[in-house]
């Protein structure tokens, strides 16, 4: 076999005739006639040897189609002069050792550079994968198509709203970076474009599908329940009211409005408040609930602290709105308080008597 080096990609000079001499041992294919007889069959024209001469940069990796095709084609046809093995056999070697499903074929699609017995050779382990480099199987964005969000983590979730990569990351090594620094999406949502742009390859475009992402979750989140929606717990209403209160700065206080078999009517937000209480008197509180005729009636407000245990002043005010509600007729289902990761029910403690007391 030549040992002579052979031009690659017009500027670079590498032993291709030796790299494919590595190569054809490694997958153990001798000179046999079945071994030339599989690489006449596989073709000349298949996207693994494109593939394997773009990472060894004798195709510039911008090629693609026939141009690609037919410069590969060219380099193998060199490497069988160079070797003197035919350029069936050369075919198959090649092909053996970049096969997406071959047991000894580390130059796949997702390569394996460390295992690779021609890594010092080839140019691919100087820049980081992208996702399509990934089996269609593994990719975010078919995946999510193919099984559904709750299959998908919350790196590869952010990795389809940022797209592409940047800087030699795949979008999913950004997506990572992002999570990595600032912890959950409510801390992405919570900071400005300007500190998102401080993560390494995060630009004004991304930055901007970031928060363009998060701010309609935001709006999805903070949506009534619709008039008719029937409410089956405190459990369910906290899963709702989560979302709209979560990580408010202020006290909010809402009122919802029951008909008799406890489905909505109207949801309303009776006060905004300061940092640590809203200003909530009981007359605001039932003066639509009296003009929509509702039969009872659910009180919910956010403790900016995270921190769902009622105060005194939430215990005071419960029971003045339960005897509000008794005089005019209308009946306190529950008042219910939102934490960061949990909430406090009046109802489920059996905390709606007056101040102090339990109900019956």
Same mark, same amino acid.
């Given at each position: 076999m030549a040992d002579s080096a052979t031009e690659l990609g017009g500027s670079t000079k590498k032993p291709l005739a030796r790299v494919?001499?590595?190569?054809?041992?490694?997958?153990?294919?001798?000179?046999?006639?079945?071994?030339?007889?599989?690489?006449?069959?596989?073709?000349?024209?298949?996207?693994?040897?494109?593939?394997?001469?773009?990472?060894?940069?004798?195709?510039?990796?911008s090629w693609t189609g026939t141009k690609a095709a037919d410069a590969a084609r060219a380099a193998l046809r060199d490497v069988a002069a160079a070797s003197g093995d035919s350029p069936e056999q050369v075919c198959a070697a090649v092909l053996g050792f970049c096969s997406d499903e071959g047991e000894r074929s580390p130059c796949g699609r997702l390569p394996q550079c460390a295992e690779c017995p021609i890594e010092q050779y080839c140019d691919y382990p100087q820049r980081k994968p992208t996702i399509k480099d990934l089996p269609k199987t593994e990719r975010p964005r078919e995946r999510l198509l193919a099984a559904g969000q709750e299959a998908l983590s919350d790196v590869e979730l952010l990795a389809i709203i940022l797209r592409g990569g940047a800087e030699g990351a795949t979008a999913l090594d950004l997506a990572g970076r992002l999570l990595s620094t600032f912890g959950s999406f409510r801390r992405l949502a919570d900071c400005t474009a300007g500190e998102l742009t401080r993560v390494r390859g995060i630009g004004p475009a991304k930055a901007?599908?970031?928060? @363009?992402? &998060?701010?309609? /979750?935001? #709006?999805?989140? $903070?949506?009534?329940?619709?008039?008719?929606?029937? *409410?089956?717990?405190?459990?369910?209403?906290?899963?709702?009211?989560?979302?709209?209160?979560?990580?408010?700065?202020?006290?909010?206080?809402?009122?919802?409005?029951?008909?008799?078999?406890?489905?909505?009517?109207?949801?309303?937000?009776?006060?905004?408040?300061?940092?640590?209480?809203?200003?909530?008197?009981?007359?605001?509180?039932?003066?639509?609930?009296?003009?929509?005729?509702?039969?009872?009636?659910?009180?919910?407000?956010?403790?900016?602290?995270?921190?769902?245990?009622?105060?005194?002043?939430?215990?005071?005010?419960? @029971?003045? &709105?339960?005897? /509000?509600? #008794?005089?005019? $007729?209308?009946?306190?289902?529950?008042?219910?308080? *939102?934490?960061?990761?949990?909430y406090y029910s009046f109802a489920e403690r059996g905390q709606l008597g007056p101040a102090g007391t339990r109900s019956p």
């Open positions: 494919y001499c590595i190569v054809r041992e490694h997958v153990g294919a001798g000179t046999s006639a079945s071994f030339a007889a599989e690489g006449a069959a596989a073709g000349q024209d298949r996207p693994e040897l494109v593939r394997w001469c773009q990472r060894l940069g004798a195709i510039p990796r901007a599908q970031v928060k @363009a992402a &998060l701010a309609i /979750a935001h #709006r999805y989140a $903070g949506e009534k329940l619709s008039a008719g929606d029937l *409410v089956s717990g405190s459990e369910h209403l906290y899963a709702y009211m989560r979302e709209k209160l979560a990580g408010l700065q202020k006290e909010h206080f809402y009122t919802l409005m029951l008909d008799t078999k406890h489905r909505i009517i109207r949801e309303e937000r009776v006060a905004v408040g300061s940092l640590s209480e809203s200003v909530v008197h009981p007359r605001e509180v039932f003066k639509n609930a009296i003009r929509e005729s509702a039969a009872a009636v659910i009180f919910v407000h956010n403790h900016p602290s995270g921190n769902p245990e009622p105060s005194p002043q939430d215990r005071t005010l419960t @029971a003045r &709105l339960c005897e /509000a509600g #008794r005089i005019v $007729g209308i009946q306190v289902l529950d008042h219910l308080i *939102v934490g960061r990761d949990g």
